[in-house]
């Protein structure tokens, strides 16, 4: 633009069909589609942003965006310049009609397989297409579509509100790997209870499940760099083979190759955690505020200011699950209310956990229980090791097994 | 906004929900602005029904719905579903309290003023990082349906939030403050009332220890209790999860008891503040519900779908976090009800124990936990020292049956930046609250 102001255009827009279910049954479709654009101008250092959802006057927008510039929030890098890409991670189409088709013939299976629970909430196929260009050579697209299959089980009698969940998540519709992990656990879940454990366990996971919501909100540059994190100030002592990751590798997790400001990721994974030490992740904004690599982990809400997010968690790991258990390991499949204190002691409330068998096959589930253990433990001393093989049919996330105890 | 003019599809029910929504956001990190942002967004959600069986769809394109309502007919699944017209009772009203007080009629400008001077009070060597939030949101909602309703209404959040980590090392204590309310001008809040937080926090930081893990007694400040209230109880009284489970019926039959005589759980709509909802999303108005009376199950949340499938009447508890989602059965503003005992007598009676005061985050199903943020050793019926818990937890109802006692007077809290969640649809604004409650024996980490 000429008078130095650089226009900045965002557009997120997503497509939906959601088949719902109660009962065992498709009872509802829901379509959405929607299209929501963001005007960022920077000049002199600073930003001003407005939006919209659906149809919208571009000029109207860019008056607004302008007109924020008077708020004063302090943009001192710049936007990003002259990087085009375009990456796609294609996958099924669906409307109405085929997915409530192939959700039918899941629940017909289901139903006869396990008359005995109920299956509801949603099967949603989903198509995203995020655009972010501005007037200084930015140019970055990228879409995907996915259908997730996300199953609230609940065994008819049962108290609770759910009693377990089937989550399958890829390209295609997968209602197979959903009938597969209905098959792996829910006969171990009619096998009845199995006596209370006690004392240290070793406890396998899938992915790092309720474990991860302290390394999120502690493995930024900034709750490094003030103290307020729990990695800050300390020497941090891990298992030597443990390497926690932010994984960014568009062809493995089908994620977004750059973040919403507009920085695309050099490297396909991130070491956050491991012998060298702890890194922790910035975006654009932040890096040039506390002197920190951008690792392009700038997220958020699309109509605000991204904020540094620690994105997609993956422990690398070798082989199989049976060679990590011993007799008595414990499979947790829903845990809650996770919390991990500043001394890194984690208290974990259990509501649906397994014992498995020599091949890390679900045997048999346990009553509630709390898990404890220290965070710097549970990655070091306590640590057994993670699988490449993923945990179940139809999910990314890979088995990770440590010790815990039960209180 | 106008209700445009709909031409009905035939043969089927049809409703639409019209949204016009306006939001304020700003946030404010270690000094610097970090966010501030104005947005609006209009759109509707179309249901039409044959059979019990719907086909929905939200969208911002307003014209000419009476074509996209024929569509959407066209894609409703085959089948038998529940049939909820006989709940679905076409009223007629406006209730807009908020219409002349709109939060986003006030200036942008004035909005960051009034955050900045009350974020003052973070200048202090003992503050390792902080952010402030204000937010606003007004948002407009008209049910109209082929049946002839007609209900429009409002409803309004204000709030500011302040997050803040205090100490270093082991000593280090992260903890939040927050004010809400439904307009500008009934929002409180100020530097000297943070910096009071602060000076507690700060106190924590440096004398909070741990506890050994192992059951004790436990007194739950309202906040904290109506957390509690809604983990444990409150998601179990939301029908929708006993649909196609008859033995449920059985289990949650009206009349059992549920936990010891003191308690009483209460949801109710046509309180204001965050939980606030007059007329529920289906068109259907706010009722008094009382969950638990006296320790006996006396009622349960409803959409106009449930109530029909369990034979029971509409609680006007039906709600959608925005035009986007279809409406389900959520709760609005739920609390323990007062019991007869002084706050005092409460404490007076635990010799040995904790007072949780505040918390970080609560969930719960057959077992409920909440972590606390600022909890307190209880001496001889006195707060003592400053305690580090992790969570407490407890089997459901176990722990309702072992509520000893309640006080006399009720506390409700607004949610500002968060809300509650279920299934896709977080954060929607509900209040909780109570008066305190003891328990007699919960597990302590």
């Known amino acids: 633009m000429g008078d130095g102001m650089v226009r900045e255009v965002l557009a997120f827009r997503q497509k939906k069909v959601t088949v719902g279910l109660a009962d065992s049954r498709v009872v509802s479709v829901r379509s959405n589609d929607e299209l929501e654009t963001v005007v960022r101008m920077y000049s002199d250092g600073l930003v001003g942003l407005a939006s919209a959802v659906g149809p919208h006057d571009r000029d109207a927008l860019e008056r607004q965006a302008r007109a924020a510039l008077v708020h ?121 209870l199995a006596p209370m454990p006690a004392g240290r366990k070793r406890v396998v996971f899938e992915g790092l499940g309720p474990l991860q919501g302290r390394l999120q909100s502690d493995l930024t540059a900034r709750s490094l760099s003030t103290g307020a994190s729990v990695f800050a100030g300390r020497e941090v002592s891990l298992h030597p083979d443990f390497r926690l990751l932010d994984s960014r590798d568009a062809s493995r997790v089908r994620t977004c190759p750059f973040d919403l400001f507009g920085t695309v990721r050099q490297t396909p994974e991130l070491v956050l955690l491991g012998p060298d030490g702890v890194q922790g992740v910035a975006d654009r904004r932040e890096a040039e505020v506390l002197g920190v690599p951008d690792t392009g982990n700038g997220w958020g809400k699309v109509h605000e200011l991204p904020r540094p997010v620690v994105g997609e968690l993956r422990i690398p790991g070798t082989g199989g699950l049976s060679p990590l258990l011993d007799d008595e390991s414990i499979l947790v499949c829903l845990a809650m209310g996770a919390d991990c204190s500043d001394a890194g002691d984690y208290a974990l409330p259990v509501q649906l956990a397994y014992t498995l068998d020599a091949e890390g096959r679900p045997v048999q ?16 001393d306590d640590w057994v090791g993670a699988t490449e093989t993923k945990a179940r049919p139809g999910i990314q996330e890979s088995h990770v097994v440590t010790h815990m105890t039960v209180a | 906004m106008q209700i445009p003019a709909i031409e009905w599809p035939e043969g089927v029910y049809a409703d639409v ?41 939200a969208t911002t394109d307003l014209t000419d719905l009476g074509a996209q309502l024929r569509t959407l007919a066209q894609a409703i699944p085959e089948g038998q579903g529940i049939d909820p017209r006989g709940a679905l009772t076409p009223h007629r009203e406006t209730v807009t309290p908020f219409a002349d007080r709109r939060a986003d009629q006030v200036p942008l400008g004035d909005k960051l003023a009034r955050l900045e001077a ?32 007609e209900v429009i209404t409002d409803g309004q959040l204000v709030g500011m939030a302040v997050r803040y980590s205090v100490g270093e090392g082991e000593n280090r204590f992260s903890d939040s403050w927050t004010v809400g309310a439904d307009t500008i001008e009934e929002l409180g809040g100020s530097a000297e009332e943070l910096s009071a937080a602060l000076d507690v926090a700060e106190r924590f930081a440096a004398e909070a220890q741990p506890v050994e893990a192992g059951p004790a007694t436990v007194i739950l400040s309202p906040y904290t209790a109506g957390v509690f209230a809604h983990e444990s109880f409150g998601h179990k009284s939301e029908a929708d999860f006993m649909i196609g489970d008859p ?105 040995d124990g904790y007072f949780i005061e505040s918390f970080r985050h609560g969930s719960g199903m057959s077992t409920f936990t909440i972590a606390p943020a600022l909890a307190w050793r209880i001496r001889d019926g006195r707060i003592a020292e400053p305690v580090r818990i992790s969570v407490i937890s407890g089997t459901v109802f176990e722990t309702l049956g072992l509520i000893d006692g309640v006080s006399n007077e009720v506390e409700l809290m607004p949610t500002v930046t ?28």
């Open chain 2, 247 to 351: 033995s449920m019926l059985e289990a949650w039959k009206l009349g059992s008891k549920v936990g010891s005589e003191v308690l009483s759980i209460v949801d109710d709509g046509g309180i204001r503040g965050s939980g606030f909802t007059p007329w529920d999303d289906e068109g259907q108005p706010a009722s008094q519900t009382w969950l638990v009376k006296d320790g006996v199950l006396t009622g349960r949340l409803h959409s106009a779908t449930t109530a029909t499938a369990l034979g029971e009447g509409v609680t006007g508890n039906a709600r959608a976090m925005s035009f986007r989602y279809e409406p389900i059965v959520r709760m609005t503003s739920t609390y323990i009800a007062a019991g007869e005992s002084t706050k005092e007598e409460l404490f007076a009676g635990v010799e």
């Open chain 2, 118 to 149: 009350v974020l003052t009070a973070m200048d202090r060597p003992s503050i390792q990082t902080w952010s402030g939030t204000w937010v606003d949101s007004y948002r407009w909602r008209a049910f109209c349906s082929s049946e002839g309703a």
């Open chain 1, 72 to 192: 004063g929030v302090p943009f001192a890098p710049g936007p990003v310049r002259d990087r085009q890409l375009t990456h796609a991670h294609p996958g099924d189409t669906h409307d109405a009609a085929s997915l409530v088709r192939a959700t039918t013939e899941l629940l017909d299976v289901l139903r006869g397989r396990y008359p005995d629970f109920v299956f509801s909430h949603q099967v949603t196929w989903s198509s995203d297409h995020l655009s972010l260009t501005n007037d200084v050579g930015l140019d970055l697209q990228w879409s995907r579509a996915t259908t997730y299959v996300v199953l609230l089980v609940k065994q008819k009698g049962s108290p609770n509100i759910l009693d377990t969940l089937l989550v399958v998540d890829g390209p295609s519709f997968d209602g197979d790997a959903a009938i597969a992990q209905a098959d792996a656990f829910l006969p171990a879940f009619r096998a009845g």
């Open chain 1, 365 to 380: 589930r346990l009553p509630p229980i709390t898990l404890t253990g220290n965070l710097f433990d549970v990655f070091g």
């Open chain 2, 17 to 57: 929900r019209f949204e016009e929504a306006t939001t304020t956001s700003i946030r404010i990190r270690d000094g610097v602005r970090d966010n501030v942002t104005a947005r609006a967004e209009v759109g509707a959600f179309l249901r039409v029904m044959r059979n019990g069986m719907w086909a929905t769809a």
């Open chain 2, 418 to 445: 968060g809300g509650c969640g279920k299934l896709e649809q977080y954060p929607l604004p509900v209040a909780f609250g109570g008066p305190y409650v003891r328990i007699s024996r919960m597990m302590v980490a």
